[in-house]
């Protein structure tokens, strides 16, 4: 097979894959009510529902990269995770800039340690895209795909205050960049970075929990700035704030 | 349970703390720059440039590299480098001749662009004669071929690694414009000296250019100078407190409280021209318009700069870059457009109207075959800007359209323009 | 490829927005015990309030001056007197969300350069999301010190001003992202009004720019629904 079938084929595949999401929607139980105060603490969902969080993601661009032009790039951010068993969930995020995205789908084992506290292991592949179609600036796109292992640790303060503390080593396998008829591919495993996450959840009003935390990573490189290629070999910082409602 | 929550406004601090690591490569090999040639004379030089085949050293510089001399004059003296460039993490050596008079050796750094891995080499330039080495006396008999040995090391420490280089080929000679950008580099790049500073422009050849790409702007009282950003900042300048737009301030306040990154003044269009034309072979000089208004004193520069070069013998070619609509006005105010080469970066009606000799369009467009040739047809010379990714840069050069490059990682262009076939 | 991958960035999008909304149906489930349930939960609403606060103290500039080596006879000072302001919803849970501003002296340095007076004055103007959280949780009981007491942090934009006077008067501004930590305590002096001491730490990063600040602040509970 030629590499243009094996490429029809793999976006055939996974077109079908998410057309195939849908299959895994709904049942809240009527018996007992789904937890919707966490999503970053390491506790599976009741099987059989869903928790989602939506919210905003802020991450700064480092100056190596955007040089006289530091900003803080807010991403949509939409987490889904719907539990298995009483232990195993299955974690989604989605996060979008429009011009470009990122789909990360995972397995989350989680269990409690004492009353308190809790970890999980998990392990999230997450595939991005982006294009540029700019007059006389942009005829570009890139995509790829990277792997996410990572261990979580949460403790439930009292009054319903859960902080979690997530570590992730961040590991590239692919990477694809076109402009006009030219492109190049690196598909070469390897690791990229990795990034601690601190987050605090709680009710913020009425009934409603918000997800409010920061994540550092350090990266060789960063899906959101594709566009901008990166062609330093230095672990660069990325601070992100990460702010969410959980539904 | 306590402790714990007190880790949380710690975790916060650390966590939103400066967390950057500030990368440094200090130079770790101070040049003597001794004029004249010593024992590397014209004929030496010239037979030492080609091709040469990475045996040991190769994993960390790749298995070809390009040498290739340039030199720097100082009134009447001229001091000669050697500059060894790679196609493995953009990594270049600048060497020069050791007064050793016994033997031809060459010492100085490498350097990775890429990262910060920098570190010191020494090598010995001999001749293969039936197999075995011995010295190089300047003559190269029919069968013998020129073999580089020597070592290489990390950081300051003494060199250590082998590192040998066998001739294999000429280097391409098609003619090419390698343009270094922002005068010969990034400062990110953590080059021994700041973008846009006479101090790169005096570097740029060592790094491959045959060109500089430089950024102008105004000061308060209409001194043209290099700079690139719109404002002044900590990237570009070292921390004097002062901020807000260049333009705000004028050349006397400039000269006396900023200084760039790496200790140098911020120079003036005219000591940047002058550097160009009597202390480098640069054939290549882009003003990059970056200012807003006339460019009646910057029309008047470059013409001043090229009869300068014309009267010194040299071969020097100076253009105004039209980058934008702004800048397009500013051109077409001109009274009187004879003798001004432009560069235009728009698209290739506006740089046919304006009869521009060289079109630059993105390299993020794309090769942009059809439009390129059709520009070439027209008589035109075509770059593209301002590409660093390696891969692309081959790809880009195993095109063979394009007239010349822009990039901060001219050793990269180098590489892969000198070892085409 | 060229087409399609912008097709399939809003097929994911317009799927996994559906994902979303139909996760809502309901159905009968085999009960499973998870290994732990939220009790049910009071659902009334408690108040929520509007909180202004203004303060003003003292500054001191903490990291690293460059004095320009062409100024002679050069003398740097690090004080300053600040101005800050907030206003804040405190709904009815621990977590207060708000934005704070003000105005926030950093350096100034004097000095002669060639024999003319040079001075630089450096300040910033903080523009602040800050997000606050009482430490009463970390006792549980009502009559403890802790629960007057907060720790703010917060993000933003700084407005970095530099102002020169020599050869001429310039004023220069960048903006610059940056962050803020603090902790405050807080004493009622009314119904309405408070009192509180707090400690701060502005950066503003990119510039640099960063103070220490021990400000007092008059805190007014405007309105409550």
């Known amino acids: ?22 299959c895994f929607t709904t049942a809240q139980s009527v018996e007992s009510k789904p937890r919707k105060s966490e999503i970053y603490f390491p506790q599976a969902p009741l099987p059989r529902t869903w928790r989602n969080s939506l919210g905003l993601v802020f991450t700064t661009t ?121 492109a190049i591919v690196r598909d070469r495993s390897q690791v990229n970075g990795f990034a601690l996450t601190v987050v605090l959840e709680q009710p913020l009003y009425n009934q409603r929990y918000v997800s409010a935390g920061f994540r550092a990573a350090y990266s060789n490189f960063n899906w959101q700035l594709w566009s901008l290629y990166d062609t330093f070999d230095r672990n660069l910082f990325y601070p992100q704030l990460i702010f969410a409602f959980i539904l | 349970m306590k402790r714990y929550c007190y880790l949380v406004p710690i975790l ?97 750094y490498w350097r990775k662009l890429v990262n910060a891995d920098i570190g010191l080499a020494r090598l010995v330039v001999q001749a293969k004669h039936n197999g075995r080495l011995q010295a190089f006396s300047g003559n190269l008999p029919a069968g013998d071929t020129l073999v580089i040995k020597g070592l290489y090391g990390a950081g300051k420490n003494t060199p250590s690694l082998p590192l040998t280089l066998q001739y294999r080929r000429p280097l391409n000679k098609k003619p090419f414009n390698i343009m270094a950008h922002r005068s010969g580099g990034r400062t990110a790049d953590l080059l021994p000296a700041s973008e846009n500073s006479v101090a790169i422009i005096k570097l740029a050849s060592r790094l491959g250019a045959t060109g500089v790409e430089m950024d102008v702007r105004y000061t308060k009282d209409g001194v043209p100078v290099l ?39 911020i120079p003036t269009l005219e000591e940047a021209l002058e550097a160009v034309v009597y202390n480098t072979g640069l054939k290549f000089v882009w003003l990059d318009t970056k200012y807003v208004g006339p460019m009646d004193p910057i029309q008047a520069i470059q013409q001043k700069y090229l009869q300068k070069a014309r009267q010194a013998g040299r071969d020097l070619n100076i253009v105004i870059g039209l980058p934008t609509t702004d800048a ?35 390299w993020t467009l794309g090769p942009q075959t059809d439009e390129v040739l059709a520009m070439k047809a027209q008589g035109r010379t075509v770059y593209v800007w301002t ?35 | 490829m060229n087409v399609r991958l912008p097709i399939i960035n809003w097929l994911v999008v317009l799927l996994l927005l559906s994902l979303s909304a139909s996760a809502q149906q309901v159905r009968r489930a085999r009960r499973i015990v998870p290994d732990s349930i939220d009790t049910k939960k009071d659902t009334r609403r408690g108040p929520y309030t509007i909180v202004a606060s203004a303060g003003s103290g003292l500054s001191y500039y903490s990291t690293h001056v460059l004095i320009p080596d062409a100024l002679e006879q050069s003398h740097l000072s690090r004080f300053g007197v600040p101005a800050s302001f907030r206003l804040m919803w405190h709904p009815d849970h621990r977590l207060r969300i708000g934005l704070e501003s003000g105005w926030v ?83 009622p002096i009314g119904r309405r009004f408070r009192v509180a001491g707090e400690l701060k730490w502005y950066d503003a990063v990119s510039a640099e720019n960063a103070a220490f600040t021990a400000e007092v602040q008059l805190v007014w509970r405007a309105f409550s629904w």
């Open chain 1, 62 to 182: 480092p100056p190596e990269l955007t040089e006289e032009i530091r900003v803080s790039v807010p991403a949509i951010d939409l987490n889904f995770q719907r539990g298995l068993t009483k232990r195993l969930f299955f974690a989604g995020r989605f996060q979008t800039q429009f011009v470009q995205n990122n789909l990360s789908l995972g397995l989350r084992w989680a269990r409690p340690i004492t009353d308190r506290l809790a970890v999980s292991a998990g392990y999230d592949v997450s595939g991005w895209g982006g294009a540029l179609k700019i007059k006389d600036v942009f005829s570009s796109q890139a995509y790829g795909l990277e792997s996410m292992p990572n261990v979580s640790v949460g403790y439930h303060l009292k009054s319903d205050l859960r902080l979690t503390v997530k570590s992730e080593v961040i590991l590239d396998h692919y990477y694809r960049s076109e402009v006009g008829t030219l």
């Open chain 2, 12 to 108: 916060f601090v650390i966590a939103f703390g400066g967390c950057r690591k500030d990368y440094e490569a200090p130079l770790p090999y101070t040049f003597i720059n001794s004029s004249g040639s010593g024992r590397f004379s014209p004929a030496v030089r010239q037979a030492l440039e080609g091709v040469y085949v990475v045996s040991d050293g190769s994993t960390q510089f790749g298995s070809e590299v390009v040498l290739k001399w340039s030199y720097l004059l100082e009134g009447t003296d001229s001091t000669h480098y050697l500059s060894v460039f790679t196609g493995l993490d953009a990594a270049y050596f600048n060497l020069e001749g050791s007064a050793q008079t016994d033997s031809l050796v060459l010492n100085g």
């Open chain 1, 1 to 22: 097979m030629t590499t243009f079938q094996h490429k029809r084929i793999r976006d055939y595949l996974f077109v079908v894959f998410l057309l195939g999401i849908p």
């Open chain 3, 105 to 187: 002296p950093m350096y100034s340095y004097r000095g002669q350069i060639t024999g003319e007076p040079a001075r630089v004055n450096i300040s910033v103007i903080p523009v602040l999301v800050v997000f606050s959280m009482p430490l009463a949780w970390l006792s549980g009981t009502e009559r403890s010190v802790a629960r007057r007491m907060a720790v703010t942090v917060g993000s933003g934009y700084y407005l970095n001003q530099s102002r020169l006077r020599y050869a001429g008067d310039v004023i220069g501004s960048k903006n610059s992202l940056g962050w803020m930590a603090a902790g405050s305590y807080t004493h």
């Open chain 2, 227 to 265: 700079y690139h950003d719109n404002t002044l900042n900590l990237r570009l300048i070292e921390k004097s407190g002062l901020t807000g737009s260049l333009e705000s301030y004028t050349y006397k306040q400039l000269s006396a409280l900023v200084r760039l990154i790496n200790g140098e003044q």
């Open chain 2, 387 to 421: 590409l660093d990714e390696p891969t692309f840069i081959e790809e880009f050069i195993n095109q063979n359209k394009f007239d010349g490059i822009l990039s901060n990682y001219s050793p990269v262009v180098a590489f892969y323009h000198y070892t085409e076939q």
């Open chain 2, 328 to 362: 397009l006005d500013s051109y077409k105010a001109l009274k009187n457009k004879a003798n001004t080469p432009i560069l235009c970066e728009l698209d290739t009606a506006i740089t046919r109207n304006l009869n521009a000799g060289i079109w630059a369009p993105r």
